[in-house]
């Protein structure tokens, strides 16, 4: 069999930077132990398989996968996979629009291409859940897990949070850059602690002085899905957004995030936070996207 796959950096607007990505654009007639064998060929943390939609009023079905498992959602997947298949014109014989609805395990998930005249630069996504926070970590069990002091760990604002919008993360705020860089995961740490509610993954952030082009810098980690570290993660800077958001008054709040800096390959994502009557309604995610293979997977 061969099958025709697409691999793109999501997150930037230069080759090498951002998160890689693996789409195979026309998955009919894979199986799941085969696409979570693509995955794990590509070496990515994640890899996305276009199937048709049950709902033909809707682009297509996206199954997303990790080295380790298949996951219900993902950022830099909508994202990249949006801007695949926008340039490739077509998902399954259907023209792309100017926006895609994807079929995800956590849900409906709509995404919106950007553009420069003709051109597809990105896309933006709209989280598929609202904003849901659970259950709270010791700053010193982060501090273990990450390799930091409890000394470097800030909660002022909030705790180390169980957050999502569709994929769960702890989410917990060092002090500044200096500590986001000294983090380094420790597998048995996240091992002997996590997964909590089903999540075994922690995203760092720090927030950035005024006068900086960014608002916060974070760093995600899960080496329990063989994802020692990810230099873009939509899902959880949405969560982050989220979270960050429902800490302030009803409006509109934007941030600019970067990511991936620590790993050699910078990251910009784009996001927005709705919140209305005192509950944060709306979280997207966006940024750019550069085409880097294509080619033919012979299985």
């Known amino acids: 069999m061969e099958i025709g796959y697409l691999t793109l950096d999501v997150f930037t607007d230069e080759a090498?930077?951002?998160?890689?990505?693996?789409?195979?654009?026309?998955?009919?007639?894979?199986?799941?132990?085969?696409?979570?064998?693509?995955?794990?060929?590509?070496?990515?943390?994640?890899?996305?398989?276009?199937?048709?939609?049950a709902d033909p009023a809707h682009d297509a079905e996206v199954r997303i996968f990790t080295p380790a498992r298949e996951i219900?959602?993902?950022?830099?997947?909508?994202?990249?996979?949006?801007?695949?298949?926008?340039?490739?014109?077509s998902v399954h014989g259907k023209p792309v629009g100017e926006q895609l609805l994807f079929e995800e395990r956590a849900g409906l998930v709509a995404v919106k291409l950007l553009r420069s005249?003709?051109?597809?630069?990105?896309?933006?996504?709209?989280?598929?859940?609202?904003?849901s926070l659970g259950e709270t970590l010791a700053p010193e069990i982060v501090a273990e897990c990450v390799g930091l002091s409890p000394k470097d760990m800030v909660t002022a604002r909030h705790l180390p949070t169980w957050?999502?919008?569709?994929?769960?993360?702890?989410?917990?705020?060092?002090?500044?850059?200096?500590?986001?860089?000294?983090?380094?995961?420790?597998?048995?740490?996240?091992?002997?602690?996590l997964p909590i509610a089903g999540s075994d993954d922690i995203h760092l952030y720090c927030?950035?002085?005024?006068?900086?082009?960014?608002?916060?810098?974070?760093?995600?980690f899960a080496p329990l899905q063989g994802i020692k570290e990810d230099p873009a993660t939509g899902s959880a800077n949405a969560a982050l957004t989220g979270l960050l958001a429902s800490l302030e008054a009803d409006g509109t709040h934007r941030f600019v995030i970067a990511q991936g800096v620590e790993m050699g390959r910078p990251s910009r994502l784009d996001t927005t936070a709705v919140k209305a009557g005192g509950a944060v309604t709306e979280i997207r995610v966006g940024g750019h996207c550069v085409t880097m293979m294509r080619g033919t997977l012979h299985i």
């Open 207 to 220: 927030r950035c002085p005024a006068d900086d082009v960014f608002d916060a810098r974070t760093r995600m």
């Open 72 to 89: 219900p959602f993902a950022g830099h997947p909508n994202v990249g996979t949006a801007c695949a298949l926008a340039r490739l014109g």
């Open 117 to 131: 005249g003709d051109r597809v630069d990105g896309a933006e996504f709209t989280a598929p859940q609202e904003l």
């Open 163 to 193: 957050s999502s919008v569709g994929l769960p993360f702890f989410i917990a705020e060092v002090r500044d850059r200096e500590a986001l860089a000294k983090a380094t995961p420790k597998a048995e740490v996240f091992a002997k602690h």
């Open 16 to 53: 090498f930077g951002g998160n890689p990505l693996g789409v195979v654009p026309d998955a009919r007639g894979l199986s799941t132990e085969q696409m979570q064998s693509i995955t794990r060929e590509f070496g990515y943390s994640e890899s996305t398989f276009v199937l048709p939609p």
